[in-house]
């Protein structure tokens, strides 16, 4: 286990694996973001948040998962659905009465490690008022809001060709790193570095799955639909349904996995349909007896739910991945908040032995916010971020 601190922002961070093939966040920085100020977390395959009420655990893991939003091309209204909360509290407004914040992060990647920076304005209008991507010291684009009676920011990014950037309007309502795209032609050597450190930071932040399991929901019997497993985990047994169908050498490591951390005797996980066309999840104890999953105590249903978001991939979990870059080429993160809510430290223990076996491959990524990290020391390769003052 590896225990860090939160630090302040003297500049970029080292990455330990400048040009792994898959891209991930490997740092994310909210330099002015609620209770956070000039912030910096190194995060690893497995990360945890750890540290007392109000530290700010949840914003943390909040400000990963409204990156993400953005990176998949959502508007700030989506990303921030209430933007007065995330500026820094004592923030005082500006002569024309405007507050914001600040965040950013690190992807990693084949393109080596690349910063994307955002500020946003959230008073009196919610816009981005500027925006930086770099790579080392190039800066691959910039955005600055020049009139704020303009809903656009002037961006300029790099080219290397004739002029030595290509300037143009973008929306101030969503990121301008995954516009890119649809406004750079690649038609030189830098324009398609561009491109190239685009596509990593996006990516890195549209592989993300943020999930907060929900006993209450997740006992009632639901009805068929797509077998996605949505963030609540409420439509368990539909996804159970599916997995067990389409999957059983998952579905066997699964119930193994149950087995490890729930009470009582687990031969198998079933799903059946009701005569009322919903389904219902059942655990198979052996000798004919089954529990229903309405029976299991809440840290058993978060236990199993979070285990199999571990096993499971983007074809199984409601996430939007990049349709055009392989999914061998895609880490999954899993954004857990709470994540050891109602449970006991040995459930905790064996989701984040799963959790490190997964990870192993690298297709699979963690960060939670919990409690009490203890459980953490017996498990190798996690890092604590412990924000106690």
Same mark, same amino acid.
């Given at each position: 286990?590896?225990?860090?601190?939160?630090?302040?922002?003297?500049?970029?961070?080292? =990455?330990?694996?400048?040009?792994?093939?898959?891209?991930?966040?490997?740092?994310?920085?909210?330099?002015?973001?609620? %209770?956070?100020?000039?912030?910096?977390?190194?995060?690893?395959?497995?990360?945890?948040?750890?540290?007392?009420?109000?530290?700010?655990?949840?914003?943390?893991?909040?400000?990963?998962?409204?990156?993400? @939003?953005?990176?998949?091309?959502?508007?700030?209204?989506?990303?921030?659905?209430?933007?007065?909360?995330?500026?820094?509290?004592?923030?005082?407004?500006?002569?024309?009465?405007?507050?914001? !914040?600040?965040?950013?992060?690190?992807?990693?990647?084949?393109?080596?490690? =690349?910063?994307?920076?955002?500020?946003?304005?959230?008073?009196?209008?919610?816009?981005?008022?500027? /925006?930086?991507?770099?790579?080392?010291?190039?800066?691959? #684009?910039?955005?600055?809001?020049?009139?704020?009676?303009? @809903?656009?920011?002037?961006?300029?990014?790099?080219?290397?060709?004739?002029?030595?950037?290509?300037?143009?309007?973008?929306?101030?309502?969503?990121?301008?790193?995954?516009?890119?795209?649809?406004?750079?032609?690649?038609?030189?050597?830098?324009?398609?570095? =561009?491109?190239?450190?685009?596509?990593? $930071?996006?990516?890195?932040?549209?592989?993300?799955?943020?999930?907060?399991?929900?006993?209450?929901? $997740?006992?009632?019997?639901?009805?068929?639909?797509?077998?996605?497993? $949505?963030?609540?985990?409420?439509?368990?047994?539909?996804?159970?349904?599916?997995?067990?169908? /389409?999957?059983?050498?998952?579905?066997?490591?699964?119930?193994?996995?149950?087995?490890?951390?729930?009470?009582?005797?687990?031969?198998?996980?079933?799903?059946?349909?009701?005569?009322?066309?919903?389904?219902?999840?059942?655990?198979?104890?052996?000798?004919?007896?089954?529990?229903?999953?309405?029976?299991?105590?809440?840290?058993?249903?978060?236990? #199993?739910?979070?285990?199999?978001?571990?096993?499971?991939?983007?074809?199984?979990?409601?996430?939007?991945?990049?349709? /055009?870059?392989?999914?061998?080429?895609?880490?999954?993160?899993?954004?857990?908040?709470? !994540?050891?809510?109602?449970?006991?430290?040995?459930?905790?223990?064996? #989701?984040?032995?799963?959790?490190?076996? $997964?990870? /192993?491959?690298?297709?699979?990524?963690?960060?939670?916010? =919990?409690?009490?990290?203890?459980?953490?020391?017996?498990?190798? %390769?996690?890092?604590?971020?412990?924000?106690?003052?």
């Amino acid at each position: 286990m590896t225990v860090s601190p939160a630090v302040p922002l003297p500049g970029p961070a080292a =990455v330990t694996d400048p040009r792994p093939d898959r891209p991930s966040i490997t740092e994310l920085r909210l330099s002015a973001f609620a %209770g956070h100020r000039r912030a910096r977390f190194t995060l690893g395959p497995l990360t945890l948040f750890t540290g007392p009420s109000g530290s700010g655990k949840s914003r943390a893991l909040q400000a990963y998962a409204a990156l993400s @939003r953005l990176g998949g091309g959502a508007g700030l209204e989506e990303a921030f659905p209430d933007p007065v909360a995330c500026v820094p509290e004592g923030a005082r407004p500006d002569a024309q009465r405007r507050r914001g !914040f600040r965040v950013g992060c690190t992807a990693a990647g084949p393109e080596g490690p =690349v910063r994307l920076d955002v500020a946003v304005q959230a008073e009196p209008e919610l816009r981005v008022v500027g /925006e930086r991507l770099t790579s080392g010291d190039l800066v691959l #684009l910039e955005t600055a809001l020049r009139d704020p009676a303009r @809903r656009t920011v002037q961006a300029a990014w790099h080219t290397a060709g004739s002029s030595p950037v290509t300037r143009g309007p973008l929306p101030d309502d969503r990121l301008g790193t995954a516009l890119l795209p649809l406004r750079v032609a690649g038609k030189t050597d830098g324009q398609r570095r =561009v491109l190239a450190a685009a596509e990593q $930071m996006v990516v890195a932040l549209r592989s993300v799955f943020a999930c907060d399991p929900s006993p209450r929901w $997740m006992r009632a019997p639901v009805p068929p639909g797509e077998g996605r497993l $949505m963030p609540g985990c409420d439509n368990l047994a539909e996804v159970l349904l599916r997995t067990r169908a /389409e999957c059983g050498r998952r579905h066997a490591l699964l119930t193994a996995a149950v087995g490890a951390g729930c009470t009582g005797r687990v031969l198998d996980l079933l799903a059946e349909p009701l005569g009322d066309g919903r389904v219902r999840a059942l655990v198979d104890r052996g000798n004919g007896v089954c529990t229903p999953l309405n029976l299991l105590g809440d840290g058993e249903l978060r236990y #199993l739910a979070l285990a199999l978001v571990l096993l499971t991939g983007p074809g199984v979990l409601a996430v939007d991945p990049v349709g /055009e870059v392989p999914a061998a080429l895609q880490t999954l993160t899993v954004l857990a908040d709470r !994540f050891d809510r109602c449970m006991d430290r040995r459930q905790v223990r064996e #989701l984040l032995q799963l959790a490190a076996r $997964m990870s /192993e491959r690298g297709h699979v990524r963690l960060v939670g916010a =919990v409690s009490d990290a203890s459980g953490a020391a017996e498990v190798d %390769g996690v890092t604590v971020v412990d924000l106690s003052p």
